[in-house]
């Protein structure tokens, strides 16, 4: 018999050396320094490649542009050069002329000289359709905007980064949109950023981008990829999303905690090995914690970025915590990046035909800002503008709502406006649609202004001169508006009478709930562009528009 089978002690010496060895590669691997991984986190940005005002508090502030942000970027990577630029959608649509002039293609350029990775789509992604969704990722010049497209280079060369959304699918083909995610690799660790649009996009949408789209639950869709990633070794997971909320907790606040709004519902329904959710949409600033997990947001029109640390184990790359802080993109704040700084100088000199004056105000700024009330200045001149240039077709009403109006009107220190700073204010292009509805409809069209039921939330159309009313907000849900304060020019308005209405083509498709719009008898659709109503109003009346609400909407109880 072998003498070490019958003595098992002399076997002691060799398990007590493996014993220890393992002892001292799991110390080794318990005191070895945890990885970071740097991101940088973008929202909203809206083509905004010049720095433009934010308020803080009372106070306006210039804030943003590309070259601000390639600065800070430029900065930041020499801290870390792998950190990773990523978006959470609105990188283009509602842009200033000089992104929106072109087809959006200088916001795309700019994004791939800042070096974005990744982008969850937006809702103003779709503004153009499907097609032009394809083209801007994949470049190209067959574009449903022919009279902007590919008129900086002979051929548009696409976005290097990649738009994702896992959430929606062309009904036709039954395959996803875009891709739902894409895989980078940091320090050594495999990251998926998963992309998703607010499934409430085709409410908000024109009707004929929605047209054979499904927008699919974003958690559901989110949460069905995480067996994917992970057999392709991810062990880092990041949400992009176009969705967001809101909190009255500070844009600095660390790990606030009182969001609210759609993305809480969605974050609580995710894969609890998602640690982080980089949101957008809602154009707040906040860095809030729910259920466990970081949600950021950094505000709107690249005022502030979200630089992300993310602390992982050293051996299995489990995410262990996740820091945020949002940052003011002031300009100046960092050494200029000089690929940037040519490319907007080039780009100026190409658009200077945007600068000319077009018009005069008698004030230097009017409010996009809505009263207690619920009615704009700003808002009463544009629909005063519909209203003007629809009158040869017998339109005796013009509505307008408040989101199609993106900025304040600001004229320049003469009182003089250039056609850049009108457009800022309406940068769709939406046309002009003549519709015919009976009173009775327009009244319950009105009520449909407050849908929630503790009027948590309102959307007020904006009223062109001639029509009025009063609603009471101690009236229950669908009893608001009061009827027999509805009049045009002085007269109540007919429940059996034919009225023409002039709106945008996005509400005549009946978006943002206004339904009945979509249903009423279509007219005509002008091909008059809102933006260009808004100029020719302003060339004849500029000197005489007021910087005060008219008082056509009023809230009583």
């Not at 050594?188 to 992309?195: A, D, E, L, T």
């Not at 820091?323 to 940037?340: D, F, H, K």
């Not at 704009?376 to 519909?386: E, F, K, N, P, R």
């Not at 009107?409 to 009108?422: F, H, I, M, P, R």
Request: charged residues 20%; proline residues 4%; aromatic residues 4%.
């Amino acid at each position: 018999m072998n003498m070490h089978d019958q003595i098992p002690g002399n076997r002691r010496p060799r398990r007590i050396g493996i014993m220890c060895i393992g002892l001292l590669v799991a110390l080794l691997a318990g005191c070895a320094a945890p990885l970071t991984v740097n991101l940088v986190a973008l929202n909203d940005f809206h083509g905004n490649l010049e720095p433009s005002k934010m308020w803080r508090g009372k106070i306006a502030v210039e804030a943003g542009g590309a070259e601000t942000i390639a600065a800070a970027l430029q900065a930041w990577r020499l801290e870390d050069r792998e950190l990773l630029l990523v978006g959470a959608g609105d990188l283009i649509g509602a842009s200033p002329v000089l992104s929106s002039m072109w087809a959006d293609e200088p916001t795309i350029a700019a994004m791939n000289l800042l070096g974005l990775r990744a982008s969850a789509l937006g809702n103003h992604e779709f503004d153009a359709g499907p097609a032009e969704l394809k083209r801007q990722q994949e470049g190209g010049c067959d574009s449903p905007r022919s009279d902007k497209a590919c008129r900086l280079e002979a051929r548009f060369a696409g976005a290097d980064f990649t738009y994702l959304a896992a959430n929606v699918v062309d009904g036709k083909t039954g395959k996803l949109l875009r891709p739902a995610y894409r895989i980078v690799e940091a320090h050594g660790v495999k990251i998926g950023f998963i992309g998703a649009v607010t499934r409430e996009a085709p409410s908000i949408i024109l009707a004929s981008s929605a047209a054979g789209l499904i927008f699919q639950d974003e958690a559901d869709s989110i949460n069905r990829l995480l067996p994917q990633l992970r057999a392709q070794g991810v062990t880092v997971f990041v949400v992009l999303i176009h969705e967001g909320g809101a909190t009255s907790e500070a844009v600095d606040q660390p790990e606030c905690a009182q969001l609210k709004g759609p993305i809480v519902d969605i974050v609580k329904r995710l894969d609890p090995q998602i640690r982080l959710i980089v949101s957008g949409h809602s154009h707040r600033g906040y860095q809030c914690v729910v259920d466990g997990r970081t949600v950021t947001q950094a505000e709107v029109a690249g005022h502030m970025l979200s630089r992300i640390a993310l602390t992982l184990d050293p051996s299995t790359h489990a995410v262990r915590s996740v820091n945020v802080r949002n940052i003011l993109m002031t300009p100046g704040a960092y050494p200029a990046e000089p690929a940037m700084t040519e490319y907007l100088r080039q780009l100026r000199l190409r658009s200077a035909a945007a600068v000319a004056p077009v018009a005069t105000m008698g004030v230097r700024t009017i409010r996009v800002q809505s009263n207690r009330d619920g009615e704009s200045a700003l808002g009463d001149l544009v629909a005063d503008s519909i209203l003007e240039a629809t009158r040869s077709d017998g339109v005796q009403i013009a509505m307008t709502n408040l989101g199609g109006i993106r900025k304040d009107l600001e004229a320049g220190a003469d009182l003089s406006l250039t056609y850049a700073q009108v457009q800022a204010v309406q940068p769709f292009g939406n046309t002009l649609v003549v519709k015919e509805m009976s009173g009775k409809a327009l009244c319950a069209l009105l009520e449909l202004q407050w849908p929630n039921v503790d009027l948590s939330a309102f959307n007020i159309l904006q009223l062109s001169t001639g029509l009025s009313y009063r609603w009471n907000d101690s009236q229950p849900q669908g009893m608001r508006l009061v009827r027999d304060s509805v009049l045009l020019n002085g007269a109540l308005i007919d429940d059996g009478a034919t009225y023409r209405v002039a709106i945008s083509n996005f509400l005549a498709g009946g978006a943002e709930g206004f339904k009945s719009f979509a249903t009423a008898r279509t007219v005509r659709d002008t091909k008059v562009r809102d933006v260009d109503a808004l100029i020719a109003y302003l060339a004849k009346h500029g000197r005489t528009v007021s910087e005060l609400p008219a008082g056509r909407i009023v809230r009583i109880h």
